[in-house]
């Protein structure tokens, strides 16, 4: 269960559990107006009132060349602060590498220690052969455009919700944990939070969470998404099976757009 406090840090809880079917992979070409090589977003975690955990992301500063492709490289970390170590230490690393034309990644990685479970992941996507590699021992099928845990976040940002009306449901095929699903969420409407660096207008979203591993309910998650061109999350609240989580943005850089949602 603690595993999963951190774990919220980059994945948005990508907790559905609706399995695809696979398809013929075509190429592309995904427009991209929310992010750039450069951008950082940083975070903080609560566990009830408790300040327990730090977290990044990060799209380094220069696109790197995989099979030919020219892809963003993403690195995602979560951390316990130091007066969290004792009860629980985490140290997690999680890097992507998303085709900048097609917005699907080629490679994943995961660096995985809390609480003295160690473990490391590495997939290896041919979205040609809708095949998913994993560790080079094992393979699985995958249908067109499967994300990876982070990739799939970054995808979501440039979906186009201008037009979205409260209901309306996006989903987005992801491997995860040598199974597939479908992170499913649902548009719920728009309001202005304060969030202490400022207020800002935002988006507000619901995944679709499976009740009883980690959540009562299947609206017991709340994302709340930057209204602007940007689309970063800005604070996540979820109630789980052990307590209330809330995930605050506490700084921003290399936007790549101005942050016209913050009103003061």
Sequence with gaps: MKKILFTLMFSLVTLATHQVDGEAYKVRTVENKAFREGEVLKFKLHYGFINAGLGELRVMDRAVNVGGKECLHVVATGRSISSFDWFFKVRDKFETYIDKQAMVPWKFAKD???????????????????VVHVNEKQQFQIPNYTQDIVSSFYYARTLDFKN????DTFEVPMFMDNELHRFKFRFVGREIVDLGIGKFRVMVFMPLVMKGRVFKHEEDLIVYVSDD??????Q????????????????????RNPMTSKLK
């Design 236 to 255: 996540i609240k979820a109630n789980i099976l052990i307590g209330a989580v809330k995930m605050t943005i506490t700084d921003y850089s290399g936007l």
């Design 112 to 130: 995985v220690y809390e609480g003295g479970y160690v473990f490391k992941d590495a997939y290896r996507f041919d979205h040609h052969s809708n």
């Design 164 to 167: 979205a009306r409260k209901g």
């Design 229 to 234: 061109e940007n689309k970063i999350p800005l």
